[in-house]
Each structure stands twice: as C-alpha cells, then as structure tokens.
C-alpha cells in the first residue's frame, strides 16, 4: 500500500514537472506581442519611396534602387558591378 502511494505521488510530480516544461517552452516559442512595438511605415509613390517613419534610432535604413534609367543621380556599384541609387534614412 505505501508503495503504492508512492508510485502515485512520484508520478503526479513527474506530471507536474513535465507539465511546466512544456508552459515554459510553448511561452518561449510564442511570437512576441506586437502591442507595444511600432510599425516602421514605407510610404511608396509612383514606384519611389517618398518616406519612411518610425525608425528606431539605432536603426539605419539603405535602399538600392536598381532602376536607374534616365537618372542624373551618382550611382554606385554593387559586388557584381550592377548599378544602383542609394538611399539612406536614419532614425
């Protein structure tokens, strides 16, 4: 009988324990609440990007814009010597 009670209470632990690995790990895995996070806004016009709000100060945006036909802006070259506009946006 007593060991019977024991098998008993050692199971229940076990339950127990596994059953609060397993909160813990589904709580590790779940996707971050967006609640107090701010969206980062491209606004984007004709093909152009007009703005960008909302950049975290740490945060440096690039653009390579590829499409450069008819441009009179300095172009830069990538790694594989294909041309391209840059722009910059800080927060």
């Not at 059953?19 to 491209?42: D, G």
């Amino acid at each position: 009988m007593q060991q019977t009670v024991f098998l008993i209470i050692v199971y229940t632990a076990i339950l127990v324990i596994l059953y609060c690995v397993y909160r813990l790990i589904t709580s590790l895995l779940k996707p971050t609440s967006t609640k107090n996070q701010r969206p980062v806004i491209i606004t984007v016009e004709g093909g152009l990007i007009q703005d960008i709000q909302n950049i975290p100060c740490d945060v440096v945006i690039i653009i390579q814009d590829y499409d450069t036909d008819g441009t009179e802006e300095p172009l830069k070259e990538n790694y594989r010597g294909e041309s391209y506009i840059e722009s910059i946006y800080k927060g």
